[in-house]
């Protein structure tokens, strides 16, 4: 089964303004990832956030961890049309993968 | 830079075929996976490889298989394929290990079976 799910599906604003984007999760992990990927592509990698840290920063990017709640959140700041995408949370337990359904953004110029 | 290199960007196959997907790296990870990808369902595991010769079942196994005889390459066989394998194919690589396992993805095979 799917180890993350993310909430909401699709979410849809204006330039300039933030973009939240929550992920669950079920069992223990070492790491969680956040992913982009743009229509049609492979996924590229933005964030890595390890068991034991609660909050990381990169740019416009921020997120937290919360392993009490099995839980993550991703921050985007003053988003821009180029942020669109779809965003895609993944766990690591030492040797496998798994990410979830993901989020569809949409920015608004 | 790290490349992880899908054989074919678009592929058509008949019911009843075999079909090989391959994906190669070139940054010696250990680590290599292949997913699919459906609307509405997000990435799902297929198979993983943390060595040579090793292979992991993921999510939903059934009807591929995985072969992975080098350390740069990752095989993806579908013995006899049917039309709801019509699917994106993602293939990824990353390091072994609990530090940095940050994944690289290939550009993503999309398959037809007709």
């Known amino acids: 089964s799917q180890q993350g799910e993310e909430d909401p599906q699709a979410l849809s604003i204006q330039e300039g303004e933030n973009a939240t984007m929550n992920c669950s999760y079920k069992?223990?992990?070492?790491?969680l990832q956040w992913y982009r990927q743009n229509s049609g592509r492979g996924l590229v990698h933005l964030i890595l956030?390890?068991?034991?840290?609660r909050e990381k920063h990169s740019g416009r990017l921020r997120v937290t961890l919360d392993t009490s709640k099995k839980s993550s959140s991703l921050l985007i700041t003053a988003s821009r049309a180029a942020d669109t995408a779809s965003y895609f949370c993944?766990?690591?337990?030492?040797?496998?993968?798994?990410f979830g359904a993901g989020t569809r953004l949409t920015v608004k110029p | 830079d790290v490349k992880v290199t899908q054989s074919s960007r678009y592929l058509v196959k008949r019911t009843g075929e075999k079909v090989f997907l391959e994906c190669v790296q070139d940054?010696?990870?250990?680590?290599m996976f292949w997913y699919r990808q459906d609307p509405g369902l997000g990435l799902r595991l297929i198979y993983f490889?943390?060595?040579?010769?090793?292979?992991e079942k993921g999510d939903i196994p059934e009807g591929y298989s995985v072969s992975r005889e080098k350390k740069e390459r990752f095989s993806l066989i579908l013995e006899s394929a049917s039309t709801n394998q019509t699917s994106m194919y993602l293939c990824?690589?990353?390091?072994?290990?609990?530090?940095?396992?940050?994944?690289?993805f290939g550009q993503g095979t999309r398959l037809t079976v007709v």
């Open positions: 990824a690589s990353s390091s072994f290990g609990t530090l940095n396992t940050e994944a690289f």
């Open positions: 069992t223990s992990i070492n790491n």
């Open positions: 956030i390890r068991s034991n840290e």
């Open positions: 993944a766990t690591d337990a030492f040797d496998d993968m798994r």
């Open positions: 940054m010696d990870h250990e680590n």
């Open positions: 490889s943390y060595d040579v010769k090793m292979k």
